[in-house]
């Protein structure tokens, strides 16, 4: 039995997938973004569901390692890498048929070499500077790059793209726009040196909701998929024109249950102490499976419906919960961590918002070790 799982909805991943699909033209390619352990979520699980069911065009990932893991699981779709390859792995692009973005010319000037020595071809989409200050190159350096790629018949330049840095958290958009405008600029840059570049992107999940200008060729869309919103400024902007669903549970099971009499303290710290008598359920969660120590004494879970609330702090492997006014609370009974039971429901938003995060890093933060199960 383990100790905690998490549960994905399919059905809700699909439906997600769908709804965000309806906003964008059919002959835009969809780039489903699983970095991160697709969120927490499970990147074999969410990217096999995908694939299955023929739901995306591509699959977006942070590192190599995570295209590598998807190609021993299976996976044949095309795989973008977003974020950085050391140099010493970059013979992995050709191996595990990846696409890579690069915004370092020894990038290029090595998977050139690779290519030569291997006869074969790399993909990569360079990143450019529009307003992010991330990864991404300048527009004073493009002639260097396209002089460049010109010398390097074994690294072709598929894509172009940039990032936006302030689309989700404002409802005003004059930055993206700014930074739209800029991208346009650089696609223009290479235009006139006579390069057609076939995928142009920018759009992240805001984009992809709110912005169809910023659809280009390809979409990467990341927590809209997860049924969570990019923020409350997006989900306030949209209204009801998309509905999405968090496809994540995350449950546990009691591990003990106990009476304690007024005054006794619990868990380290003595941080709580009964007002009265009580009865106190162990669950075999804590900070190490990624439930936020932030969450010690505020924190809350659902069992058989009903909300218990956490008492004393948030420990390595367990935390404890007031099931006083629960009634027939056994050993081994169901516990809801994140998700739906009856009608009550926690969040990762009710979470990160109690301890002062987003629920992004909620639900990244779910322990790689603690099973994926489809549901
Ligand atoms: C380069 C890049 N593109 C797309 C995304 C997806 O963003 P979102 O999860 O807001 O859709 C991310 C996520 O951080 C990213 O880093």
């Given at each position: 039995m383990n100790l905690s799982w998490v549960e994905i909805n399919a059905k809700a991943l699909l439906a997600n997938v769908r709804a965000l699909r309806e906003n964008v033209q059919k002959n835009v390619t969809f780039c489903s973004v699983l970095k991160a352990n697709a969120y927490g979520h499970g990147l074999e699980l969410c990217a096999g569901i995908l694939q299955r069911e023929k739901a995306t065009d591509w699959i977006g990932v942070n590192a190599l390692w995570e295209a590598e893991t998807l190609r021993n699981s299976g996976i044949t779709l095309p795989l973008y890498v977003m974020g950085y390859t050391p140099l010493s792995d970059l013979e992995k692009v050709f191996s595990s048929d990846a696409r890579v973005v690069v915004y370092n010319q020894e990038t290029v000037l090595r998977l050139e070499e690779l290519g030569k020595a291997l006869g074969k071809i790399a993909r990569v989409h360079l990143k450019v500077e529009t307003?992010?200050?991330?990864q991404g190159v300048y527009e004073h350096e493009i002639p260097s790059w396209i002089e460049l790629l010109k010398q390097c018949?074994?690294?072709?330049?598929?894509g172009l793209s940039t990032h936006f840095?302030?689309?989700?958290?404002?409802?005003?958009?004059s930055f993206a726009r700014e930074q739209m405008r800029r991208f346009g600029g650089y696609v223009l840059l290479f235009s006139d040196a006579g390069m057609s570049i076939p995928f142009l992107h920018c759009a992240n999940s805001a984009a992809t909701i709110?912005?169809?200008?910023?659809?280009?060729?390809l979409v990467r869309t990341?927590?809209?998929?997860?049924?969570?919103?990019?923020s409350d400024e997006v989900k306030r902007e949209v209204g009801e024109k998309t509905v999405l669903q968090p496809i994540l549970s995350w449950k546990t099971h009691i591990a003990q249950i106990k009476s304690i009499s007024k005054g006794s303290s619990v868990g380290y710290g003595c941080s709580y102490r009964a007002e009265k008598d009580m009865i106190i359920a162990i669950l075999p969660v804590g900070y190490y499976d990624g439930?936020?120590?932030?969450?010690?004494?505020t924190g809350e879970v659902v069992i058989h419906g009903k909300r218990a609330k956490l008492c004393g702090r948030v420990c390595m492997n367990m935390i404890m919960v007031d099931v006083t006014d629960i009634e027939n609370v056994r050993l081994e009974d169901e516990v809801v961590l994140i998700g739906r039971d009856g009608s009550e429901e926690i969040t990762a938003d009710e979470m990160a918002k109690k301890i002062g995060t987003i629920h992004y890093e909620v639900v990244t933060r779910i322990c790689e070790g603690i099973a994926r199960i489809e549901v």
């Open positions: 307003g992010n200050h991330r018949p074994h690294v072709i330049l598929e840095a302030n689309i989700e958290d404002t409802r005003d958009h709110l912005f169809p200008e910023t659809h280009r060729v990341g927590i809209a998929l997860y049924g969570l919103w990019p439930f936020d120590r932030g969450l010690s004494n």
